[in-house]
């Protein structure tokens, strides 16, 4: 007995019709509430278990990105800068957001769950994530299947980790998925809030915005949703350029704009150049070249250690070019206006792949957006191949790890060739699964 | 210039002033175990130009050098340093004086290049008796030191005693040069281990008033627990032709606890080694008047190459889990991230205090302590590794003396040694004798780098793989454009 979907949508055929009473998985996902009550539960049993291995054990569940965060609460508690805490290298508003982390009581229980207020704050932006994801996915299938697919970030355990951990991706997932949410309601004002807002909490999210630019033309954005009547092509670039400009884009680009510079123009008139130079120029200077996933990090120790800088070339120099190509023009002229979460995906698969510094964290970006691709992918489709693409992509990081380890912990020098070697790896990978991505958009 | 010749016995030891030949050029006497200290004090008119101009313009200037060989101290000389070359600094009013030129050039020292760039600020607020700024480097001798004092105070035609004396400097365990402006004058110490040695001492220069004394420590009965006795004979040359019979007491904040430690990395130490200490007891120092307010301390300097979190420091189950307790001072504005040869402070010096298992049950038992640490990246080598010395820590049991103990200035004392100017004017030091396997107060950790050897091909390769992976997603991209080019040519057909 299956309640008819609310969008009248034939029911997809992964779901055998009932016979007799419904399998548990299927009254599982027919209403939000199972799903959402296991999700907060599973992060909640994380969070008491990290609780619990933070007080009995000298190896911490905590992140040390959140003793970072309280502290520079902490800081900002007492009427100071965050930038007094040495690598602090984010937005005031994340520390504002953690005040009540640094609030004492005296009674020890309260504490704690003052201290530990950041956390639920993260588990709870995942919990909206998904139920962004569930509108989003819902608009294209029914409501069981979308929150199946939305169980894929919900129930993750590497995302529950990460936020009951106090590691603050998860607030980008839910601004990000919000943003994409926002963009296919078509409010723009509240996607240009977004997408300004983002981008100064975390800068990477300026990649969206050509995008969903793109996405944004008149066919999209007419209310009516009905085929407008075939306007004559327009002929001169200027008309074309004229037909380009169209109010929705014109107010997303200048309310996004507005709130990233009226953002950065507060916090600079705060917190000065420390705020700059931390949450921005660091970016642009870091040195920190310890092993990473990325393709460039040997090249990088290599070439910082030698004596004489720009006499030699540099191919690390032109890292940002490929990277920045792939993700702000090529795959959103190609695949936005097809479909604007894969090609959100692509983007953001294609600038993690490509950066100069990549770490298991970001891969966290590109998860939330994982869900929204998957059911039209061929991955999912012949299932043999999905798997193999799976077993391909832990392999080269295991590969990888395994390297790390050795070099980590037992001191042996993987540098090379076995870490680069791995990273190199890791990057074909990485660039094969991206092409498949691409490929499937093209085939919608 | 004056200057000042002791020998010092261990306790018990003596010599019948009988067994001595005085005359106005020196004093003989027969072979005994002793520490020898010399120190040379001048005037800042007696000095070479460049050094007076440099002291001329500086507040404080106080260079510490400890011998990487393991040595015997004996009472009173105690006071205990990481091996390495240690500048306590305090600027004049002309804070643009750069005192590094003339250290490398005396020393050769190599990592000193200013004092915005190399040195770390001290906390002055805590006791004004420490100096502003700290700087250390590790090296293992004195050789350039002697060339350059040879160089500077025999000149061609000096006496041969001059150059020799100055050569005995290289076997030294300890030098020390003092220079602060409320005394204008330069002490230069040395200090060489205990070992058999001929009472011998020799006149400088007619002008140079030469004190040399033949001591060891002696328990009086009217001796006060917080004191030190000496007893033995004194004479000044060209005054006296026989050593007169000393005996005196003072206040001496350097003790000997007694106890001894070892110090080493447990295997693998990969990129975060941990330093192991061996104690030989949990048991503060039986001697000390005030046992109770005893705490166990560990006082670390350590090179740019390692370095500690103080983050992971702060953690009380964490610090519990390694035997410690505390970590009462680190350098402020470590950077955590930036690899060896971009950072430009010497390193960072650490005061831990260390918990000792409790003594009701492990009376008397050796313990450890375990001190996380973490290596900066290295440049590449050509064999894909280098190797990090760290040195010995100083481990001390600091006791608070009884209200209303004073410590006056005493002939032996040696202050600015790092640790003390965290501690308050009561503070007395135990300390525990380092015992190294080997004899060297100096671990070596080796570090991976990149292997250069097989670097040649990186930059091409990364940069053709990255080409590679950029042009199939850009094949894939042109894949979706034609195709749906295509299928809009299609679509028009249809209609």
């Known amino acids: 007995m299956t309640k008819p979907s609310p969008t009248g949508q034939p029911r997809p055929p992964a779901t055998p019709p009932s016979q007799g009473a419904p399998s548990l998985v299927t009254t599982f996902f027919d209403r939000p509430l199972p799903l959402y009550l296991s999700a907060a539960i599973f992060r909640l049993v994380f969070l008491l278990y990290g609780l619990w291995q933070d007080a009995n054990s000298p190896v911490k569940y905590t992140d040390i990105d959140y003793l970072v965060f309280t502290d520079a609460a902490r800081f900002v508690s007492q009427g100071q800068s965050p930038y007094e805490r040495e690598t602090y290298r984010y937005t005031p508003v994340l520390a504002w957001l953690l005040l009540p982390t640094a609030h004492v009581t005296g009674n020890r229980i309260l504490d704690v769950a003052f201290f530990s207020s950041g956390k639920v704050l993260f588990a709870i932006a995942d919990l909206v994530a998904g139920w962004l994801l569930e509108k989003v996915l819902a608009k294209s299938m029914d409501g069981p299947r979308a929150r199946k697919f939305a169980t894929i970030w919900l129930l993750n355990p590497m995302v529950a980790t990460i936020s009951t951990r106090g590691s603050s991706e998860g607030l980008l997932g839910v601004l990000v998925m919000a943003l994409l949410w926002a963009v296919l309601e078509r409010r723009v004002t509240l996607a240009g809030l977004l997408l300004g807002f ?46 380009f400009l169209t109010p929705a884009r014109l107010q997303l680009t200048i309310i996004s704009l507005a709130t990233f510079s009226a953002l950065n123009i507060a916090m600079y008139l705060i917190y000065a150049h420390p705020f700059l130079q931390e949450t921005y120029l660091h970016h642009i200077t870091r040195l920190d070249h310890r092993h990473n996933f990325s393709p460039y990090n040997t090249q990088l120790y290599l070439s910082s250690s030698l004596p004489h800088p720009s006499t030699a070339f540099r191919i690390e120099k032109l890292a940002f070019l490929p990277q920045l190509l792939l993700s702000t023009i090529l795959i959103p002229l190609a695949t936005a206006k097809k479909s604007l979460p894969a090609s959100m995906l692509a983007q953001t698969f294609a600038f993690v792949t490509f950066n100069k510094v990549c770490t298991s964290q970001y891969f966290l970006w590109y998860m939330v957006l994982l869900p929204l691709y998957l059911p039209q992918s061929s991955f999912l489709r012949h299932k043999r191949f999905g798997l193999a693409a799976l077993v391909l992509w832990v392999a080269a990081q295991g590969a990888w790890l395994q390297q790390g380890f050795e070099l980590e912990f037992l001191g042996n020098s993987t540098f090379l060739p076995g870490l680069w070697l791995a990273s190199l790896g890791f990057f074909g990978v990485n660039c094969w699964i991206l092409g498949v991505i691409i490929g499937d958009v093209g085939r919608q | 210039m004056r200057e000042r010749i002791t020998f010092v016995q261990k306790e018990g030891d003596s010599i019948e002033p009988t067994a001595l030949k005085v005359d106005g050029n020196g004093l003989k006497g027969p072979e005994v175990k002793a520490v020898r200290e010399d120190r040379l004090t001048f005037a800042l008119d007696e000095l070479p130009a460049e050094l007076k101009a440099l002291l001329e313009g500086v507040n404080q200037l106080h260079i510490r050098w400890v011998s990487p060989v393991a040595y015997e101290a004996v009472s009173p000389l105690l006071a205990r340093l990481p091996p390495g070359f240690h500048l306590f600094y305090t600027p004049g009013g002309d804070t643009s004086i750069n005192p590094c030129p003339l250290l ?89 281990p205990y070992a058999p040695q001929s009472l011998s001492a020799s006149l400088l220069s007619p002008s140079i008033r030469t004190e040399i004394g033949i001591i060891s420590t002696a328990s009086p009965k009217t001796l006060e627990p917080h004191e030190i006795g000496i007893s033995g004979l004194l004479t000044v040359l060209g005054q006296s032709t026989a050593p007169s019979p000393t005996l005196f007491s003072f206040p001496s904040r350097h003790r000997d606890s007694s106890s001894s430690f070892h110090a080493h990395f447990l295997p693998p130490t990969g990129l975060h080694p941990v330093l192991q200490l061996t104690i030989s007891s949990p048991n503060p120092p039986s001697k000390s008047p005030t046992k109770d307010t005893c705490r166990l301390h560990g006082y670390f300097t350590l090179p740019k190459s390692i370095f500690p979190d103080r983050h992971q420091l702060n953690d009380p189950l964490f610090l519990a889990s390694k035997n410690l307790s505390s970590v009462r001072y680190i350098t402020p504005g470590i950077d955590l991230e930036a690899p060896e040869y971009v950072t430009t402070p010497w390193g960072s010096s650490l005061l831990l205090e260390l918990s000792p298992p409790s003594t009701t049950t492990t009376t008397g038992k050796a313990w450890t302590a375990e001190i996380p640490l973490h290596l900066r990246y290295l440049s590449p080598s050509l064999t894909g590794y280098r190797t990090a010395e760290v040195p010995y820590p100083a481990l001390f049991w600091a006791c608070t003396a009884e209200e209303g103990t004073k410590f006056p200035s005493n002939p032996f004392e040696k202050d600015k040694v790092g640790y003390d100017g965290l501690f308050g004017e009561r503070t007395v030091f135990w300390h525990l004798n380092p015992t190294p396997a080997d004899g060297k107060l100096v671990n070596t950790v080796k570090v991976p780098v990149l292997d250069l050897e097989k670097a040649g091909w990186v930059g091409a390769v990364t940069g053709g793989v990255v080409v590679l992976g950029f042009a199939w997603v850009v094949v894939k991209l042109l894949g979706v454009v034609l195709s749906s080019g295509k299928r809009v040519e299609e679509g028009k057909k249809k209609q």
């Open chain 1, 198 to 243: 983002s981008v100064h909490f975390k800068i990477y999210p300026f990649i969206y915005a050509p995008a969903i630019i793109w996405w944004m033309d008149n066919e999209k954005m007419s209310p009516n949703k009905t085929k407008p009547t075939k306007s004559p092509q327009p002929t001169s670039p200027t008309t074309k350029i004229l037909n």
């Open chain 2, 104 to 192: 490398n050039k005396a020393f050769g020292t190599d990592s000193c290049s200013s004092p915005s760039e190399s040195f770390t600020t001290l906390p002055t607020d805590r006791f004004t008796h420490s100096t502003t700024h700290q700087f250390y480097q590790p090296l293992p001798s004195l050789k350039a030191f002697t060339t350059f004092a040879k160089s500077l105070l025999c000149p061609p035609g000096s006496p041969s005693s001059c150059s020799s004396r100055l050569t005995s400097l290289n076997s030294a365990s300890q030098l020390d040069l003092s220079y602060d402006t409320i005394s204008h004058t330069l002490r230069l110490t040395s200090l060489w």
